[in-house]
């Protein structure tokens, strides 16, 4: 029966020079020459809009008006 070691054995490993180095050619290309830059594709240079933000300061202002009427009927 095989046992299920995850390392392989360096005798029958294709690639491997004697002693366990890797000949010029046999690894992949580095890291940094195998794609384009990371981040953003466009330049976020703006932020919010004034859209989103007066939309959120019309449910924030809605919200504590109906909290405050709440309050005021309650206490009566």
């Not at 690639?15 to 330049?43: F, K, W, Y």
């Not at 007066?54 to 504590?64: K, N, P, R, T």
């Amino acid at each position: 029966m095989k046992s299920n070691d995850p390392d392989p054995d360096p005798r029958i490993t294709p690639g491997l020079e004697p002693g366990g180095g890797v000949p010029p050619g046999e690894t992949p290309p580095a890291e940094s020459s195998a794609g384009s830059g990371a981040g953003p594709r466009d330049d976020l240079t703006r932020g919010w809009t004034k859209g989103p933000l007066f939309i959120i300061g019309i449910v924030v202002v809605l919200c504590a008006a109906f909290f405050l009427a709440y309050a005021l009927i309650v206490a009566l």
